[in-house]
């Protein structure tokens, strides 16, 4: 196993390459790298992404802590953000995040889970393993999954607590007999574990690995069922359509991949690869609702994109891409038509997918970390006229933020007035609170 540190292979991996704008560039193909050619049939931008490049930025306030993102003149979307907690953790860089009704789980370079809660942060206990630097966390019902630099995922029953110290129901894969001699299990990965995804109908767990292969586990069984070589390069991610079951990865060498599991067997078939993209791909987030299916993938090349699901044929068509991160997408969580974006260029992104189509805009540009935002996680809080979400952002700074932030609807015009008197009401309270 490399046992050089998590972030130096990280960014040695990202391998930034000099900005390409497929849908709207105006280079010609003679001022493009010799690598990098121009196709015909090149992907498009959202178009309503594309028009965030000229809104001028509203500038910060220093009498209130909210922040109104860009507005547009016509038409607006009105968005509010504020920070209501942010933490420096002195044992490193945090790499995994995850979230459930009342708690929030941080893994980072130690041998200590953090259990903060939601959504203030309080730190509440920590769960202590016997390997540290936590590439990976997933948190599912009372269940809490993580993955070790030990190449070993462990599990937790978080109903069953001691001073909020669950008790580790098992060890993926599970110790050998003392009498076989050999010191690895066959079905443990060679490399870092990257990612976690659970399939709750089937109750199986799937692990991506820098070794490029991706393993399915029997949790109630506590054993690998299949095994399989996903990609030419590392996994970077994996997430699961529930509605189907089939399985998505994407890798360093620059390819998203659809699996289906046979029917009645535990292996996995290669069903589609999805490879619009010249960079490594380190994130993806899937939209699934009663309508729609998209799935995000985020690119070193500071691109976002995404493919809508045909209901008849079920295959996945490129819609086009979002534009705006000046570095790679490291991060990506999608929240019903809302979707973050997580960058090495520091900021966190809010999009919005209009209702009916795959036209997206940029909400608003998240300032506040000084590196790269490694990884999110999102919850919602209220979902009436105005919706309100909780954002958790972790990065290479060492710090933990918590953002709440309140997304007003596509404006019409009987809303308008209502709306802006609404945000009125909001500053002039916070005045009231100086």
């Not at 497929?22 to 959202?46: D, K, M, V």
């Not at 203030?120 to 206990?125: A, K, L, N, R």
């Not at 070993?152 to 029953?157: A, F, L, V, Y």
Request: hydrophobic content about 35%.
């Amino acid at each position: 196993m490399d046992r050089r540190s998590f972030t130096d292979e990280e960014r040695k991996n990202i391998n930034l390459p000099r900005r390409v704008s497929f849908g709207n560039s105006h280079q010609n193909s003679s001022e493009l790298p010799n690598n990098i050619h121009q196709f015909s049939a090149s992907p498009r931008p959202s178009s309503a992404s594309s028009a965030t490049s000229n809104i001028p930025l509203r500038p910060m306030s220093p009498d209130t802590p909210w922040t109104l993102s860009p507005i547009r003149t016509s038409p607006s979307q009105p968005l509010l953000y504020h920070c209501i907690a942010s933490l420096h953790r002195r044992e490193g860089n945090i790499f995994s995040i995850a979230l459930t009704k009342d708690f929030l789980f941080t893994g980072s370079e130690s041998t200590r889970i953090h259990v903060w809660k939601q959504p203030d942060c309080t730190e509440i206990g920590y769960i202590r393993a016997n390997s540290g630097q936590v590439r990976a966390l997933l948190a599912y019902g009372r269940m809490l999954f993580t993955a070790h630099s030990d190449c070993k995922i462990r599990i937790w029953n978080l109903s069953v607590t001691d001073n909020f110290r669950p008790k580790k129901i098992a060890t993926l894969p599970q110790r050998r007999p003392f009498f076989l001699f050999s010191r690895k299990s066959a079905y443990q990965h060679k490399n870092i574990i990257s990612c976690l995804a659970y399939n709750h109908e089937e109750k199986l767990l799937y692990t991506g690995s820098w070794d490029k292969t991706v393993k399915a586990w029997n949790v109630s069984e506590k054993h690998c069922v299949d095994s399989f070589i996903a990609h030419d390069g590392h996994v970077n991610a994996i997430v699961i359509n529930d509605q189907d079951g089939c399985v998505f990865t994407c890798s360093s060498d620059g390819s998203v991949k659809i699996w289906r599991r046979v029917f009645g067997e535990n292996s996995h078939i290669l069903t589609m690869t999805l490879k619009f993209q010249l960079s490594p791909v380190n994130a993806l987030a899937l939209n699934l609702s009663v309508a729609t299916c998209i799935l995000y993938s985020g690119s070193s090349d500071g691109l976002i994109n995404f493919w809508e699901k045909e209901k008849l044929s079920g295959r996945y068509n490129h819609g086009g891409f979002l534009q705006g991160h000046h570095f790679a997408v490291l991060c990506l969580v999608a929240v019903g038509d809302i979707v973050f974006s997580g960058s090495e260029d520091s900021t966190i992104r809010i999009w919005r997918r209009e209702e009916g189509n795959c036209l997206h805009s940029c909400l608003s540009v998240v300032e506040g970390h000084h590196g790269p935002v490694r990884c999110l996680a999102a919850s919602l809080e209220s979902d009436n006229v105005v919706k309100c979400m909780l954002i958790y952002s972790a990065s290479f700074d060492q710090t933990l933020k918590v953002w709440r932030v309140k997304i007003y609807p596509t404006e019409k015009e009987n809303l308008e007035e209502p709306i802006m008197k609404d945000q009125q009401q909001h500053i002039e309270k916070l005045w009231s609170l100086r």
